[in-house]
């Protein structure tokens, strides 16, 4: 996992993990670096796969959240949700903090894991659970006082990579990301109800939300051709046809790094599949 970093000054760096070990590791050794270049600061942490939009109302959030993060929070942006979503985790909304125009920060009352349908319309309605988005806003020196507090062997194995050069320290490192190892346990827990449009676009599911399905809601992109097939997502980025008979529920995926074959109920849990 890479992390591009831009600092206070504008410049721009790549900050490359040796190896994979989840957000937490990959948040931490960013932190410890930036305090190290730079000075304690504000941080934003934000996946590469996320479509949003008005730009504006994101810079206005992350400004909003810049400001809580300096008073000593944990920012983490919340998402109000369109539809009871399954394939998303979601964050609930405690007492409000503090507000202004259209953005409010409320106190973090806990996580819920991707829910069933039944739990998910139950989170719709409530209006007190919004989609985690997976941003995030840190003082450094807050953030690292965390790590440190519930993640020790993330840090110590990091500051020791960092001193050293030598892998064998961030190899040892547990695989954990920032939400389970952190913000789930963090007193300082903050969420801004963000008032801009959001989209993860990381699942084939997103195409269906952004093509339109043909009569059989099917979407068909590339070189491809169906007979008799229905609910499905055929996409191909390579010369040679992709074709597929009777089947229905599927995504179909071709590419020059491979093929994928997948139920559309288990597009959520793909991960597994590659997981080293």
């Not at 994101?58 to 919340?78: D, N, S, W």
């Not at 394939?87 to 806990?110: C, D, M």
């Not at 919004?130 to 993330?154: A, D, R």
Request: hydrophobic letters at 40%.
């Amino acid at each position: 996992m890479k992390r591009l970093a831009r600092t206070h000054l504008g410049k721009e760096r790549i900050i490359i993990e040796p190896m994979r070990r989840n957000t937490a590791p990959a948040i931490c050794l960013t932190a410890l670096k930036l305090i190290e270049e730079h000075g304690d600061g504000v941080m934003h942490v934000m996946p590469a796969d996320h479509l949003i939009s008005p730009r504006k109302n994101f810079i206005a959030a992350l400004r909003f959240g810049g400001r809580l993060a300096q008073k000593g929070y944990l920012v983490t942006y919340g998402i109000v949700p369109t539809r009871p979503e399954t394939g998303y985790g979601y964050v609930k909304l405690g007492k409000q903090i503090i507000s202004t125009g259209n953005i409010a920060a409320f106190r973090g009352a806990g996580f819920a894991e991707k829910p069933s349908l039944a739990k998910a319309k139950k989170y719709l309605r409530s209006r007190r659970f919004l989609w985690n988005s997976g941003i995030f806003s840190f003082g450094i020196k807050t953030i690292l006082i965390e790590m440190q507090k519930y993640l020790p062997q993330v840090y110590e194995g990091t500051e020791k990579f960092l001193k050293t050069g030598k892998q064998i320290f961030f190899k040892r490192i547990p695989d954990i990301s920032i939400d389970y190892g952190v913000m789930e346990k963090s007193k300082k827990l903050c969420v801004v109800r963000a008032n801009f449009l959001w989209d993860d676009v990381g699942s084939w599911l997103a195409l269906e939300r952004f093509f339109k399905t043909d009569r059989n809601d099917n979407i068909i992109l590339g070189n491809t051709k169906g007979l008799e097939i229905s609910n499905t997502i055929m996409y191909n980025s390579i010369s040679i046809p992709l074709r597929a008979f009777d089947v229905k529920g599927l995504v179909i995926v071709a590419s020059a790094k491979g093929i994928l074959v997948c139920s559309k109920k288990k597009v959520a849990a793909l991960k597994k599949l590659f997981r080293k």
